[in-house]
């Protein structure tokens, strides 16, 4: 079946603009996460989704990012006045449930912010 | 202070030579540590879940395993397809519902 998908692929954005970053999760799988990999990091948690619920924000970098979830489904991912700092690589996971299941990776947004 | 620790942070290997990557953890209470394998421009692949000490997992050429704190990667016999980044993760009980801490992870090299 198909896998957890990722728009855009790449996106280019000057420093002070605005970009969302859309997610597809697994059709069936109510958990979906957000991650960011910086060069030479670490996956860093962001968020995590529990149907349309977020409880707990406390890994987003700043008051700047936010995210949504509508119908259980698709995410959205929003970086308000972007900064050169927010430039990694964003990655989508979903999985089954939320405890102890594995999470199923998306390909993931570079995100380059000049 | 990392929960995560993987190691070594390169590995080259010639075709056929067996190695282990080594992933140490600290952590209130493991329900589940996870291996993915990364490639290039991807997004991490799932491999292997563990759960408990002393349980194993494999597929192919990979072999996982586990202790109370560590896990093991072990490649046997190893191709160039192998070559990837392979991360490691934890779940912890006590932390955040669904959070995963990941190490940095191994890039692996194997040539021909």
């Known amino acids: 079946g198909a896998g957890v998908s990722q728009s855009p692929s790449n996106k280019v954005t000057e420093k002070g603009k605005d970009v969302e970053l859309r997610c597809d999760p697994i059709s069936g799988h109510t958990a979906l996460y957000w991650y960011r990999q910086s060069l030479g990091q670490g996956l860093e948690f962001l968020i995590y989704f529990q149907g349309n619920s977020a409880p707990d924000k406390s890994g987003l970098p700043s008051d700047r990012f936010s995210a949504e979830r509508t119908g259980g489904s698709v995410s959205t991912l929003t970086i308000q006045r972007t900064q050169q700092e927010d430039s990694a690589v964003y990655l989508c996971a979903s999985s089954v449930g939320i405890t102890a299941h594995e999470q199923y990776f998306g390909p993931g947004t570079r995100l380059t912010v000049t | 202070e990392d929960q995560v620790t993987q190691s070594p942070e390169a590995l080259r290997l010639q075709e056929g030579e067996s190695s282990s990557l080594n992933c140490s953890y600290t952590v209130s209470g493991l329900r589940g540590l996870f291996w993915y394998r990364q490639d290039p421009g991807k997004g991490p692949e799932f491999l292997f879940t563990?759960?408990?000490a002393g349980e194993e997992k494999e597929k192919e050429r990979l072999k996982a395993t586990l202790t109370k704190k560590e896990s093991f990667l072990h490649i046997t016999a190893p191709k160039p397809e192998d070559s990837a980044t392979y991360l490691c993760a934890v779940y912890d009980r006590g932390s955040t519902l669904g959070r995963l801490y990941f190490g940095r992870g191994t890039q692996l090299t194997v040539w021909p």
């Open positions: 563990l759960y408990s």
